[in-house]
């Protein structure tokens, strides 16, 4: 399974911008599919996941300008982010994980600059 991730770039403070990520190769019942994020010399912190039954779970950093939503047929997960903030600026990664099984895996990032 390989993860593709597109919709990073540098956008103002109160901007918008939209990330994709989509999965190739055999495709699972992903329990969860989701975003995380990461500074240089930070860890890497949980933005939001979507469970396989549709429910929806947001860092409080984010909470109410982000929204997360999954393709099923597609095998794809976006977020969209809005009123972005200098703070949020960081390398995204896509996951998608199953519990049962094990497997987890993860995009290669892509980074997204809010800067003026």
């Known amino acids: 399974v390989q993860l593709q991730a597109s919709g990073g770039g540098l956008v103002q403070p109160g901007g918008s911008l939209r990330l994709s990520c989509t999965t190739s190769g055999e495709r699972f019942n992903w329990n969860e599919m989701g975003w995380y994020r990461q500074d240089p010399g930070k860890q890497r912190e949980l933005v939001a996941f979507?469970?396989?039954?549709?429910?929806?779970h947001y860092s409080d950093s984010v909470k109410g300008r982000f929204t997360i939503s999954r393709d099923v047929a597609k095998d794809t997960v976006n977020l969209q982010m809005t009123n972005l903030k200098p703070e949020d600026t960081a390398v995204y990664y896509c996951?998608?994980?199953?519990?049962?099984?094990?497997?987890?895996?993860w995009g290669k990032g892509t980074q997204v600059t809010v800067s003026s």
């Open positions: 996951n998608v994980r199953t519990y049962l099984s094990g497997i987890n895996v």
């Open positions: 979507i469970t396989s039954g549709g429910t929806s």
